[in-house]
Each structure stands twice: as C-alpha cells, then as structure tokens.
C-alpha cells in the first residue's frame, strides 16, 4: 500500500487531479500540490474546498517548487511523505521530476513525454530519447514509474489492450480519434499550455504503419468520423505520444492518431506557423532581447483553465481498433463521451482538462491499492487493463464500446 | 543654398535616399548615412559605389549613431557639416533628431508622423500631439522642417494642393488611394517596418468628413477601385498620417485615405490582432521575461528590403480629388505609377521603398536650391507643388491625371 500523493503542476489537469484525489482521500492520503507559484496552488485548494470535494479529514497542502531542481523535488517528498508522485507539470519537467521519485523510491505518474525546449518532434519513438533510458534502472530499484497516463496518452492505451486482449484475436489497425466537439466562445484558445499543444503539430507527423514509421505533413491526411454522440467530424493524422508505446505494444499493429480540427483553428494555425510564430527557438528583436516566439503566442492567448466557466459541448476520445476474431474481420470502437460543463460544475476545469486529469487520479489509486504497483517502468498498455476501465467507470470518465452488437458499456465488475 | 545631407536610417528606403542623393550629388553635396548598426550604412554605400551612383566624386560616408540621443545626433550634424538632414529611420525617432536640428540649425525632413513606442492612434490631429508643437520655436529660429514628405504622406498631399490650385476651384473631396499590386512571392511580408505598417492598422481608422474626424473600425468600409495599370483592387478606409494635416490645410473638404489589400493579408492581419499579436503592449511570458508582441512579429517577418530583389508588378499611389470647377462637378485623378523591378535595378530596393525613398530627396534638393528653404516648419500641401512634381518628374517618380480630357502626364516645366 502506498499512500500520500504530490501532484506536480497547477494548471487546469492538476485542479481536476486535486478534486479527483480529494474525493479519494480515503485510498490516497495526503494530497499536496507544488507548483513554481505557490498561489496556483492555495487556488486550487480553496476550490477543492469550496465544493467540499475532501471524502475523508485530511491533509490538503501547496508548495512552492522549481521542479527542473532536482533536489529542491526530492526534499519536497521526503518532507511530504509522499509515496506517489502525479506529474501534471509542463512536459519539460518530466525528467527531472522521475530522477526525483528515482532517487526517493516513490511510484511516479506522468501523462505526456518528456520533451527539451530547443528541440521538437525528434527521432521515433519518442520515449526512447528520454524515458525508456530510465526503464532498466527503474526495475533495478524497484520504481513504479507510469507513462503516459492521461486520456491520451493512456486510456486510449489502455482501449488498445483491452481490444487485443478482449475482442480480437490479432489487431492490424490502431486508429485514435480525438474529438473535441465544444465550444469555448473564445476567438482562438487551446485547451492545454499552448506552448505544449503547438510543439505536438509543427513539427513532422510521425505514424507506425507497415512496420515503420512513416511521415506526413500536419493536415496532410483529414478524414472524416462519424462518432456517437459528436457526430461528422475532420479528423487529421497526427503525431502524438501514445502511437510511439503502441508501434512496440501491439504486435506491429499499424497505429495512428487523429484529432479533430475545424477550419478555424487551421487557418489560425497556418498563419502563425507560417509566419514562424510557433517556433521553439529563439528569435532576436530589433532592440536586442532574445525571444521564443511560441512562449509569446502563449502568452496572449488564454489560460486554458479560463476556458472552463463558458466551455459548453462533449468531447469523444476513443480507438477504433480493426484486426480478426474467429477468422473473420471485426472492428471495435471503445470510446468515452465527456461534458465540458459536467466538468466544471464538478471540477472547476473544462472537459479537456477532465479527461486528462482523471485517468492519472485513477493510475494513483491502482498503485495505492497495489494492482499496478508494478515496480518498474511501464506504459499504460503493458499494465492490465480492467481494473483501469472499472475505476475509471466509477470516478467519472464510463467505457463504452461499439461494434457488430451495438453501443454499450464496458464494464468488468 | 544648404548642402551636404545626413540621412538617418539604414533600412530599404534610406537605400533608395542614399542612391538618389549619390545620384544628385552636385545639387546636395556631401552624403552622411546614421544608423545604430554601422554595417548596414556600409552595405548600402557599397551598392550606390557598385551601381555608380554618385554623379561627381564626393563624400558617401556611414556612421553608427542612437538618433534617440540628442546630443550625439547634434555632435553627428557638426561633424559632418550637413545642413540637410533627411531622417528616414523609426517614427519613434523624430522628435528626438527633430530637435537636434532646431538646436544646430538645419533643416529637417521626414516621411512619417512621430509615434510613441507605448501608444498607437493618439487623438487627432496626429501632428497636433507632437510636430506641430515645434512650429512656433522653428518659425522663430527659422529651421526649415518638412513634415511627412515621402509618397503618402508627402507626394499625395502635393497632388492635393496641385487640383485645388490648378484644376478646382473648390475642392470637397480628398480620397487618396494606394494600391501595391506587387508581388514578393513570400507567404506574408509588410512593405515598410512591421512594426510601424501593423501600429496604422490596429487601433480606430481616422478620416475628416463632413468638418470633423470620424471614426471607423480597420477593413470595416471597403470600396473597389479602378486604376490606371493595376486595374480594379479592393481598398479599405484606413487611418494615414497625411489625413491628418489636409484636414487642416483643405478648406475644410473631405479627407480620406483608402489603401489596397488582397483577403490574404486581411486573414493574416485578422488572425495576429486578434490573437493580441499585434499589440504595442509588453506581455509577461511564463518565465517572466516582458516582450512587446508586435516586435516578435517583426522579427519573424521577412526584412522589407529583403523583399526587393523577387518583387515584381506596379504600384499605383494617387488622389482623387473631387470639386467644382466654373460652377461643375469635376473629379481629377493625379497619380504616379512605380515598378518594382525598375526600382530594384536602379537603387537595389523595391517599389515601395523607391515611392518613399525618392520624394525626401526631392525635398532635399529644393532645400538646396532654396525653393523650399522655408524657414518654417511645414507639411508638403503647405509647399509650392510645381517644383516638387517636375523634380519628381525627373528623378523617377512622374505624375500623370486622369480628367474629363483623358490621361495625361502632369509636368510645368
């Protein structure tokens, strides 16, 4: 049993993995939040108070914390007594904070690749550059170190498995759709750090298909989805963490991953990408000073997490996973339909923010609870996917499946 | 009769000043070239000693210069012995070398209306709120300043004052149009310094109508325009500089200024502004440091001067002028038509440059000669018009009208 949770990060994924670990305090302890500016934090904590979201008396803390200090992280756990540490930071952080938990022998749980400023979309898979060099240390000390396990990354991965391991007898098709069918009311906002989503897409777009990688331009390749609930949506091929576990976990399935765009947010994305705006590396000014366009366009645009109050609509994330059952071909679709303002009214953060800061509450809970204290590194598809999908039924984000036989929910309690 | 000229600026219409003045360097005398960057006076008296430009032997020297700083800019004026200073650097500079040369005695030209870094679209008048408050101290020591002689303002405010002497006897509409129909082959570019090309652009459209200034939002009233060469363009009502000194100096007509653009560049411009890219307000990125959106804009677009050697098509700048004349309506349209290519073989720059870069030197020569040694300061409709058509006529940039009695050249030598 490993108990008392850190939660690295306090952008709108951390304030629904507050709510989420507060009203699971029985199962997690302590929960303490640390983040660069401490008043993030108290924010957060006051809103998991206000909505009386603490199941059980418990401690509930915020903590200034530079986590690139490696040091600095690994006091903040020794003094918390943090057994479990959720990584919902920037992706810049990500290394620095598993060397922490490495070196302090506590379980650690992240949900996107680590990624360095200077440098995008580098050489596949991606976990291969930063993570993975950490695996077989990791098993040596006996760390339980989860990648990826967010929405996607990580339930999908986990929708990935429980295909393979419950509906097909081969899988040869991995597709992810990512559709986010709300409405912000804003001229143009992304729904997490700017800064994070924009390095996703300028760079090249990376797909495992006919056991390799393949290439692509973003939006390139659209296609359109007809999914439950959001309906006929363009969704584009792009790159994304999750295609760089499951190129090696299923088998040499072919693996891609799509999101939906309108054709606002392509032609926003066009302009400032063409202009250079999203670039990561630093351009100098006129008058001298040396600037990172990408960190400028984020600071204009909103804070994702002020999205939440308006934010109204459905999201639908899910794989459509194609491959063979009995001798025949079959296709799944496993899916999750969730609610921008359901969200809020329970969290405080919009639907975007929820799907992602749940699953990693959920990753926290099985290790507290030993079924995916695993105690070395693994991405979401290597560890067993039904505890996951129950848990996750039970805490807010229900498993559905569609397939030959209809829609339904997944469930296996 | 002045001689020997400072030009202040190293950009692509100081190229054009720098060649036109080698060019006429029997009239003017010595050449000087100030900019911060010293290099970059050096690589344009390479290319006016490459195309052999100077017309006698003389002096063509560089100097690095802050013509923010006052008395480095006087100690410059004394040095060099110039009594023409022709300053086609930032807006933000004039009234700094304005006052260098009220304080030393020399005259002074410029192409555009002072602009404070923090404020864009002051209360109108624009000349009210800075230029024109020298006037009485210039009239006193009796300093010659020419206010916004370049194309527009400048050459279209001479066009103006030529119907209302020569073809009108009462002039009640001043609509100036400019159309670049050019093409530079890059995916979005300014003509002039993005920095001062988006801060006309981003706040409230200025015009004088009806006896007092209206008010209007960027690309809200839009009119197609037929042209002498570039044909029917779409131009929108825009806020210029030279509105602002023809309302006062037009017997009260109506003034407009209306300037071309193609949907590319109003989805662009839509896109940034409304992002807050275009913003003359610093911004605090996430690590702190505080940036001006609008600089990294420019320094991710391409340098204007960069421009000129793909540029190729016309620009048509001119003003219809409408009125009565013997007691009936009669519109004149005066105007010039200029070649990128032409200009960028002549002096290495484009089109736009060469339209800005040219009018100033004509100014410069009449200085010289003192036909427009006044002794005052002045905007260019306050200026005998005649011998600034005919020097232009001669120097690269001809007028032409398009009356009742077809189109013609304009000349009165």
């Not at 920037?90 to 200077?118: K, Q, W």
């Not at 999908?156 to 991995?174: F, G, I, Q, R, W």
């Amino acid at each position: 049993m490993k108990k008392n949770v850190l939660i690295i990060g306090a952008g709108g994924v951390a304030q629904v993995v507050a709510h989420k670990c507060a009203q699971n305090n029985d199962v997690l302890g302590d929960i303490h939040i640390a983040s660069r500016t401490k008043a993030k934090c108290d924010k957060i904590i006051a809103s998991v108070h206000e909505k009386k979201a603490l199941k059980q008396p418990g401690v509930l803390e915020g903590h200034a914390l530079d986590a690139l200090d490696i040091e600095a992280t690994k006091a903040l756990i020794q003094k918390t007594g943090a057994e479990i540490v959720i990584n919902v930071g920037t992706a810049f952080l990500n290394m620095s904070v598993l060397r922490a938990c490495m070196d302090t022998g506590v379980a650690y749980i992240d949900t996107a690749i680590h990624e360095e400023p200077g440098k995008i979309c580098e050489t596949p898979p991606w976990y291969g550059n930063y993570e993975w060099k950490r695996a077989a240390e990791c098993e040596e000390k006996g760390i339980t170190a989860i990648l990826g396990a967010g929405f996607d990354p990580g339930v999908v991965n986990a929708y990935a498995k429980l295909a393979k391991d419950e509906y097909l007898d081969k899988v040869t098709d991995v597709d992810i759709v990512d559709i986010n069918a709300g409405s912000h009311g804003r001229y143009f906002a992304t729904n997490f750090d700017p800064e994070i989503n924009f390095r996703e897409f300028t760079g090249v777009v990376y797909s495992w298909q006919n056991g390799q990688w393949q290439t692509n331009k973003m939006f390139e390749i659209g296609k359109e989805y007809d999914l439950p609930v959001v309906g006929k949506r363009k969704a584009y091929l792009c790159g994304h963490d999750e295609v760089h576990s499951l190129a090696k976990n299923m088998d040499g399935a072919d693996v891609r991953f799509w999101m939906g765009f309108g054709d606002h947010y392509i032609n926003v994305f066009t302009v400032l990408k063409s202009i250079g705006l999203l670039s990561e590396q630093p351009v100098k000014l006129a008058e001298g000073q040396e600037v990172v366009p990408l960190k400028v366009v984020k600071a204009c645009l909103p804070d994702p997490a002020s999205l939440a109050p308006d934010y109204e609509g459905k999201t639908c994330i899910g794989d459509y996973v194609k491959g063979l059952k009995d001798g025949k071909e079959k296709t799944v679709f496993i899916y999750n339909v969730a609610d921008h303002k359901e969200a809020y009214e329970e969290v405080g953060s919009q639907g975007i923010s929820y799907t992602a800061g749940v699953p990693p509450v959920a990753a926290a809970m099985l290790i507290a609870t030993g079924e995916w204290d695993v105690k070395r590194m693994a991405n979401v598809e290597e560890l067993p996917p039904k505890p996951f999908i129950n848990l996750l039924n039970r805490i807010g984000l229900p498993t559905r499946i569609q397939d030959e036989n209809g829609d339904r929910p997944v469930s296996f309690d």
